[in-house]
Every structure is written in structure tokens, then in C-alpha cells.
């Protein structure tokens, strides 16, 4: 390390903010859900139970799992507001299929919707240059369409199929098969998203898309397969949600994409691209749903729930933007 | 300097001092300027005068001591309010926008109005006015985002002059400029002069700090070397103050190159944007330098051999491969690109220095998609040795100094252990110290066997390391210049199209 002492180890030339402002994105949000996680305790003597706990898994299988793939969009610098529309004509197509064909084929089916409409949505981004946030939205409102003509606008049920139920709804170790399959997928993304090129390549593309493609990266590539990502876990959640109830409607998801971008961001993943992390979108996601849960739990009127929620996503948007000013 | 500077302090540091983080930017800094001067300040990268500079504009705030402007204590909490007061930064890095025309850019925020609307005939004939008297040659209908760097900074400083300012701080303003651009910045630094106004010029360029300074500060780690008269110092004195001790600067010495030496690159009748009908090869060992104007293309050639924009004629050889015309496959064939611009087309400023270093070589550090990430951490340290640059791998870029930040661009090209680098201004915006590391290191390249392609708008540079010396002229090869051809009044002549010896 000749020269090191010339030129080596000078950091730092940030403003003194960049160290604080970095700790609140990046740890930020282990806070909230910590107290938010006593606070329940101490308020509420049934939510340290093991089955309201277990329930809370459950119930938010599908939209960690939408949130896992989520991050990499966000992450790679898009943006993916078809995912409650996708969830919803994939949970009326497994649910279709399943009925009609076998619960393997409807798993298959559900799962390959989604992922049809993720690289459609992808190819709309790259090949077509379409701004993500427009792009996506547009495809929420074609893919909600069809769900709606497959549907023919009715609930979809599947009662007399009950080993469909199954897929979603065995217990193993007291939790359900959904909630393990979300914590397979959370761990699965996880690791994808920090110990691979891939994920190399995804946070290169977000960070900065133009020195990435200098650097040897498929920046369009690796676009798309975000996007399909997305799309398949929002197919894979609406096949476990329609597993779960043994019914479906093309609407269900309508507030699935809300939910999810407020996980990931409440979690510290920037809307700008380039920065962010699994674990603290698992731990997004569970904050809302503890808040969520606190609502219920306390008898609370679900309309505040909806303004404290908006008003949580407001805040997480503002922290990002002001940890970027001191760049 | 044939009018004297007043003997009133215009601005006067007082015992300023600035931390980042845990690293002591600026330390007990004490600076009387002087009104209607031009003071200098000097010092290596990380030396501190930049962070000085934005203090004084308001682009951050003190952590101690104090500034006194015409005698009355002041303290900025933003660039605008500095600029209320007459201080005016003219950065590194343009700020405008991109998609308004020059003269809308100069005016922002400041328009001539009548009745609520931009008064467009008053905004044109101030305009002109302030481009007459400031000596510049600006359309002012040009799309901003269209002109080269060069002319986009020329609107930056228009823009300070229209609000008034009468203390203007330049932080490295002739970085991007070329020869004849240079002259007329210091033109119009001189007139500002003469016009009574201050200038605090940060500089990494000395002969120019030595002609157009009246006081030069000397910065080193962030406390004041010594501030003295301009007229007593020499570049030699200033390098040593900066250093601590003397340094010569010098070349490392050329090595031969093998006449049965093969040819890596060969560029035959390429034309891409902005490069037409351009023919050139580079043997393996061997430095060929590109010299020309701002805008003769040496940039959009670079890019088009690299594959970052399509070409549109010729052909493209990297040994016995054809180049594919996109940077993954260059990359595949041995190729390699440090970009002009690290900040744009270089480094992810929030991602750790070893995943800034390692993207590149990434398909041959993994398992089955995993990265091996002992083998990386090993290998990223290793090339960060070679270019001496810093031991820290899991800092965010954006932490380093411009010239630890160009290091690590070099440090991703070597890991990928190309036989062509085109290095494009390499050294732009890096301290003296961190030069010559680099001139050594591209030397060594060649030594070993690699064929380098160098840009770069120091003269001094091209001459000092390059076997060859190719000149561009809008878009096309004006001249090869080799052994005792190879001289600053060939290249210029060439450069400028002049068929004399002298440059225009």
C-alpha cells in the first residue's frame, strides 16, 4: 500500500448531517416497529399471543411476498402500481383453474398471470421507454379490465374444491404454509438481492443506469426481470390469498399496491432507485401491519387506520428526501 | 498587475473550521481578501479550498469562527443569501437547466417583468449587454443542455455577474475548458478585476494561479500553508507548500515499444456522432495520446470504440475481435473506458468503494451467480494498492476526494485486466500528488504489454506520457504527431487548423 498515507483514507468530505441522516435511513424504521411492538403489548394483553402473532403472519403473507419483489423494482430505479390489479386476476384465475382443472394447474396458472403481466410490464419500461409510474399504472388498469370480464364482474368461489385450501392453509409447526412460504421467498430475496451479481447489478442499475451500462451491466435486462419478479410474486400472492378463502374477486387487490409501496418505503428503500434492503422492507411491512393490527386490537375506527397510513407513507417519502439533501 | 488591489478587506476569514464526519475539513482558517483582488487558494485535493469556497457562498454552514464582510459579521444559511449579499459560487459542477436557453438561465428567478409576464425584449437587450461587456461569445437562444461543458460554465458565471455579485467565487473554473477557452476566462477574471469586483479563484492549475492571482493562499489538510503576495512564488514554491516538501514534476520515463509489437486497437473509417471518418491504431505497450479542442470529438470517439452510442461506418478491431458495439461486449473483448465524467458515467456515490470497483469483473468472481465474496474483497484490495488508492472498501464513493474517486475508476478498469484502456481526462480535477500516481501507473499498463488510448486537455500531459500524438478537428483526424514532431506548436496548429506554427 505504497502512497496510502498520501492519498489514502480520506473520507468523509459529506456534511456532518450525512452520518445522522444515513443511520435514519438505514435503521430508521427498527425504532417505530420497536416501540409500536411494546406499546402493543402493554395496551393489549391478546396481541403478545402466539395466535394473534401467527395471524398476523398469515394475513401478510402475500403482500411480504409482493414487497420482497417490490424492493428490487424500486431498488433498480422503477416503480410497479399494477401489482393489486395483477394480484387480483391472478387470485380469479388460480381460483378458475384450480376448479376446473386441478389445484396444481391453478397454483401454475395464478403464478404464470402474474409473470406474463410483470414482463409485459417491463418490456412497456424498456423496450418502449415508458415512464414506470405511468406505464405500470395504465397496466393496472388493462389487467383490472380483464379481471373483470374473466370474472364477469362476480365473486369467484371454489367452496366445493376445499383441497385447494391446502396450498395456503396447512399448518406446519402451528403456522400456516402461507406464512412459510413468505418467510421462504423473504429469505430467498434476500439473499438474491445482496449476495449475487444480480443484485449487484440491480442496485448499479438504480444508482446510477448510465455508468452501469459503462460498467458491462444488461441495464434493460435487469429491468425487466424486476419487473417479472414482481409480477410473479403478485401472482404467487393472489393464488395463496384465493387458496386461503376458496374465493375471489377481481377488485381485491385494490389496495394491495398501497400497502406494499408503503412497506418498502416506511422500510427505507428510496422511490429514487439505488439504495434499499430486504430486511427492512420485511420490517416495513410489519410495522403496518402492527399498526394495522393495534386498530383492531384496541377497536379503533378502521377509517383513522386508512389516514394514519397515509399520513405514515407521507412521512417515510419526506425522511427520504431530506437523508438525500445531504449529499 | 498594474492596478493595485485596495488595502480594504473586502472578506475576512476568522479562525473558520469544518468537520465531516470524524475527518477535520478545515481547521482554525484565517484569510483576509482584499477588495477588488484576485485571491487564490491552492492546495492538493482534500486540502480543504473547495470547502472553503462553498463556506464562503453559503453552500454549508461553519462549525467555528467567523466571517466579516466589509467589516460587518455575516452568516449565511444558503447560497441565495450569500448571494444577497454579493457572493456568488461558480462550482465545479454546472447547475442550470437544461432544457431553458442561455439568456432564460442568466435571468432565472431574476426576469424582467411587465404586468406579471416576462418582458422578453428587456431580457434580451440585458443580455446582450452583460455578454458585451463580460467579452463573451454566447447565443443566447441556445438550449443550455445542447452546448459543451465549456459554454454551459460561461452561462454559470453570466449568471453571477447578472445579480450583482461583486465577490465571485470560481471553484476550478478552467478544469473543463480548453487552451483558447482558458484564455478568455482569465480575460474576463482580469476584467472583473478592473471592474472593481473581488475574485477568490480555487485552482488546481498553478501557471494560471501564477498569472492571475494577486494573493495566493496555500492550503494543506485543512489549516492555511501560509497567504502571501502571488509575485513571490513560483510553481515549484507552491507544489512544496502543498506537499511539505518539494516535488519535481516530471514524467515517468517512456518506455520503447517493439517494432514487431501487434496491434490491439484498430479503428478504421469510423464514423459515430460527432466522429467522422476516423482511422487509428494503437500497438499493444504503446500510449497514444488524443489532443484537440473542446468539441473536436475526442469524447464521442472514445465513447463510439467503448460501444456507449452506436457508430454508424467503420470498423472496429480489439486484437483479432471485432468489437460488437456495446460496452459488455467491449468489456468481453479486453476493452476498457474510464469516462470523463466519473460523477455521470463513472461511480454509484452511495454504494461501498468495493462494489464500485468490482462491477465490471463480476462474471469472473462468482458461483453459480454468487458472489465470491473473499475472492472480491481480495482482489478489489489488490488493485486498490496498485493505484494507491484508499484501503477502506466498505465506505460509500461519494466519500473519497476527486482524485480517490478517479482511483477507483482506474481500479475497476485494471480488475478487469483489459488490453486496451481508453482513458478519458483521467486526471481531471486530481491533486498533484495523485497525478503522478496516476502517470506512473499508466506507464507501468503500457510497460506490461497494454495499448492505451489517453485524452486529455493538459498539452503538458499528452506530452509527457504519450509515444504518439494524434490531433482531432471537428470530428476528424487533423494530424499524427510522433518523435520530434510531437511538440506543443504542432499539436495546437493542428488542433486549431492553422498551417503556421503559432496558435490563433
Known amino acids: ?59 401478510q403473507a402475500g403482500i411480504i411476498i409482493v414487497a420482497a419483489a417490490g424492493t428490487f423494482v424500486l431498488i433498480a ?5 399494477s401489482i393489486g390489479a395483477t394480484y387480483g386476476l391472478a387470485a380469479a384465475t388460480a381460483l378458475n383453474v384450480a376448479s376446473s382443472v386441478s389445484s396444481p394447474a ?24 415508458i415512464n414506470a409510474l405511468i406505464g405500470s399504472l395504465a397496466m393496472s388498469f388493462v389487467v383490472s379490465g380483464i379481471a373483470a370480464i ?19 392453509a396447512t399448518r406446519i409447526v402451528g403456522v400456516t404454509s402461507a406464512a412459510w412460504m413468505m418467510i421462504l421467498v423473504a429469505v430467498a430475496a434476500t439473499v438474491l438481492l445482496s449476495r449475487t451479481t444480480f443484485g449487484r447489478y440491480v442496485y448499479a442499475t438504480g444508482g446510477n443506469a448510465q455508468a452501469a451500462r459503462l460498467g458491462g451491466v444488461r441495464v434493460n435486462a435487469i429491468r425487466v426481470a424486476t419487473f417479472a419478479l414482481s409480477g410473479a410474486a403478485a401472482g404467487l400472492a393472489g393464488t395463496i390469498d384465493s387458496s386461503r378463502v376458496l374465493s375471489a374477486q377481481a377488485s381485491s387487490g385494490q389496495f394491495l399496491t398501497f400497502t406494499v409501496l408503503t412497506g418498502i418505503i416506511v422500510g427505507g428503500t428510496s422511490i429514487l432507485g439505488g439504495e434499499g434492503s430486504m430486511q427492512r422492507t420485511v420490517i ?44 | 498587475m498594474a492596478i493595485p488591489a485596495s488595502d480594504q478587506v473586502h472578506l475576512d476569514v476568522r479562525g473558520i473550521g469544518k468537520s465531516f464526519g470524524a475527518t477535520r475539513a478545515l481547521d482554525d482558517v484565517s484569510i483576509a481578501v482584499r477588495s477588488g483582488s484576485v485571491h487564490a487558494f491552492v492546495g492538493e485535493n482534500g486540502a480543504g479550498k473547495s470547502t472553503l469556497g462553498k463556506i464562503i457562498a453559503g453552500v454549508f454552514p461553519q462549525d467555528q469562527g467567523d466571517l466579516v464582510l466589509r467589516g460587518g459579521p455575516v452568516a449565511f444559511g444558503s447560497p441565495r443569501e450569500a448571494l444577497q449579499r454579493g457572493i456568488a459560487l461558480v462550482a465545479q459542477e454546472v447547475a442550470l437547466v437544461p432544457q431553458l436557453r442561455v439568456a432564460e438561465n442568466v435571468y432565472l428567478g431574476v426576469e424582467p417583468r411587465r404586468t406579471g409576464f416576462i418582458d422578453r425584449d428587456r431580457l434580451t437587450e440585458r ?13 443566447g437562444n441556445a438550449i443550455v443542455g445542447r452546448l459543451p461543458i465549456a459554454q454551459q460554465q460561461q452561462v454559470e458565471i453570466l449568471r453571477a455577474l447578472a445579480r450583482d455579485a461583486d465577490l465571485i467565487v470560481l471553484d476550478e473554473p478552467s478544469a473543463s475548458l480548453s487552451a483558447r477557452e482558458v484564455d478568455r476566462l482569465h480575460e474576463i477574471v482580469r476584467n472583473l478585476r478592473t471592474g472593481g469586483r473581488t475574485v477568490i479563484l480555487v485552482s488546481h492549475f498553478l501557471q494560471e494561479v501564477l498569472a492571475l492571482a494577486d494573493t495566493v493562499t496555500v492550503l494543506r489538510d485543512g489549516k492555511v500553508v501560509r497567504t502571501g503576495p502571488a509575485a513571490e512564488e513560483t510553481e515549484g514554491s507552491l507544489v512544496a507548500a502543498m506537499l511539505g516538501r518539494p516535488v519535481s514534476r516530471t514524467y515517468p520515463d517512456k518506455r520503447l515499444v517493439a517494432d514487431d509489437s501487434p496491434v490491439a486497437l484498430a479503428i478504421r473509417n469510423l464514423s459515430a456522432p460527432g466522429v467522422r471518418d476516423v482511422s487509428l491504431t494503437v500497438r499493444a505497450g504503446e500510449i497514444v495520446g488524443l489532443a484537440g479542442l473542446i468539441g473536436a470529438g475526442r469524447s464521442e470517439l472514445a465513447r463510439a470504440i467503448y460501444g456507449a452510442v452506436p457508430t454508424s461506418a467503420g470498423e472496429l478491431r480489439a486484437g483479432t475481435t471485432t468489437l460488437a458495439g456495446s460496452p459488455i461486449d467491449s468489456i468481453h473483448a479486453g476493452v476498457a473506458m474510464i469516462p470523463e465524467s466519473r460523477k455521470d458515467d463513472g461511480l454509484f456515490l452511495r454504494r461501498p468503494i468495493r462494489e464500485n470497483v468490482s462491477l465490471a469483473s463480476l462474471a469472473g468472481l462468482h458461483r453459480l451467480g454468487f458472489v465470491r465474496r473473499r475472492a472480491e474483497r481480495v482482489q478489489v484490495t489488490g488493485v486498490l494498492a496498485r493505484v494507491s488508492g484508499t484501503s477502506l472498501l466498505e465506505a460509500p464513493a461519494g466519500a473519497l476526494s476527486g482524485g480517490n474517486q478517479q482511483k477507483l475508476l482506474f481500479a475497476r478498469a485494471l480488475l478487469a485486466t483489459p488490453s486496451v484502456l481508453i482513458a478519458d481526462e483521467p486526471t481531471r480535477g486530481v491533486d498533484v500528488g495523485a497525478k503522478r500516481d496516476l502517470y506512473e501507473l499508466l506507464v507501468d499498463l503500457a510497460a506490461g504489454g497494454v495499448a492505451i488510448l489517453l485524452i486529455s486537455n493538459e498539452m503538458e500531459e499528452l506530452l509527457g506520457l ?4 494524434v490531433v482531432m478537428r471537428k470530428g476528424r483526424v487533423a494530424a499524427e504527431l510522433a518523435g520530434s514532431a510531437m511538440t506543443e506548436e504542432a499539436i495546437l496548429a493542428a488542433a486549431f487548423g492553422t498551417s503556421g506554427t503559432a496558435a490563433a
Open chain 1, 1 to 59: 500500500m505504497s502512497g496510502s498515507e498520501v492519498s489514502g483514507g480520506r473520507v468523509a468530505r459529506g456534511p456532518s448531517m450525512t452520518r445522522l441522516s444515513h443511520a435514519v435511513g438505514r435503521g430508521g424504521i427498527l425504532i417505530p416497529f420497536v416501540l409500536t411492538f411494546v406499546a402493543l403489548s402493554l395496551a393489549s394483553p391478546s396481541f403478545l399471543r402466539f395466535q394473534n402473532l401467527a395471524n398476523i403472519l398469515d394475513q
Open chain 1, 77 to 81: 430505479g422503477g416503480i410497479d402500481l
Open chain 1, 106 to 129: 391453478g397454483v401454475v396458472a395464478g403464478v404464470a398471470v402474474g409473470l406474463a403481466v410483470g414482463l409485459a410490464n417491463g418490456i412497456i419500461v424498456t423496450r418502449f421507454r
Open chain 1, 150 to 168: 374473466v370474472t364477469k364482474g362476480n365473486l369467484v368461489v371454489a367452496f366445493d374444491h376445499p383441497d385447494f385450501q391446502q396450498f395456503a
Open chain 1, 284 to 327: 416495513g411491512c410489519l410495522f403496518v401491519a402492527l399498526v394495522a393490527n393495534g386498530f383492531n386490537l384496541l377497536g379503533l375506527d378502521p377509517f383513522y387506520q386508512q389516514v394514519t397510513l397515509g399520513v405514515i407513507l407521507l412521512l417515510a417519502v419526506g425522511l427520504d428526501a431530506w437523508t438525500r439533501r445531504f449529499e
Open chain 2, 127 to 139: 443580455f446582450q449587454r452583460l455578454t458585451t461587456d463580460a467579452g463573451f461569445d454566447l447565443d
Open chain 2, 466 to 469: 504519450a509515444h504518439r500524438v
